[in-house]
C-alpha cells in the first residue's frame, strides 16, 4: 500500500467515526423463519425425559407474534422489537399438567418471556437476556414453511 493509499484509508476511517458510526451499535436480529429450539434456561440445560418435549419459539415477522411449545403446552402472543429490545406481551397457554421435568421447564421458559428486555443472534444461537444476563438460549432449528 503506498502513502496515498493510506492516507486515503485513514481519512476515510476517521470520517466514518465522526459521523458516529459504531460497529458496536445494537442491530435488529432476524428472528422469523426459524424455528427456535430452547437448550438453556437459566443457566441450565434444558433436560428432557426420553419422549422428548424441548421448550421451542417461532418468531412471525410480519404480523409480530410468537407461537410454540413450552414442551408440554401451546403458547402465544405478541412481541416488540426495536433494535436488540425486545418484549413479549401476555402470552396464552394451554393449561394441561405436565409431568417433570416439563413443567419445571416450562415455568422457567414462561418467566423467560416475561423477564426478556433484549435478544441477540450469535451464529444459529438466540440468546434472550434481562438486562446484560442470559436468561434462555436457544438453537436454530427447521426453516418455516
Request: glycine letters at 10%; proline letters at 6%; one cysteine or more.
Amino acid at each position: 500500500m503506498n502513502l496515498r493509499s493510506t492516507i486515503a484509508a485513514l481519512a476515510l476511517l476517521a470520517s466514518l467515526g465522526a459521523c458516529g458510526y459504531s460497529q458496536d451499535a445494537p442491530v435488529t436480529p432476524r428472528l422469523g423463519g426459524t424455528e427456535w429450539t430452547v437448550t438453556e434456561l437459566y443457566d441450565s440445560r434444558v433436560l428432557l425425559p426420553p419422549e422428548g418435549g424441548a421448550p421451542n419459539i417461532l418468531f412471525a415477522v410480519e404480523d409480530r407474534t410468537a407461537s410454540g411449545s413450552t414442551g408440554c403446552n401451546r403458547f402465544s402472543g405478541g412481541y416488540t422489537l426495536a433494535e436488540d429490545r425486545i418484549n413479549f406481551g401476555p402470552v396464552a397457554a394451554t393449561r394441561m399438567a405436565c409431568p417433570e421435568p416439563l413443567d419445571r421447564n416450562e415455568r422457567k421458559f414462561l418467566r423467560a418471556l416475561e423477564e426478556a428486555n433484549r435478544v441477540r443472534v450469535v451464529g444459529s444461537v438466540l440468546e434472550l437476556l434481562s438486562g446484560d444476563t442470559v436468561i434462555a438460549r436457544m438453537r436454530s432449528g427447521v426453516a418455516a414453511q
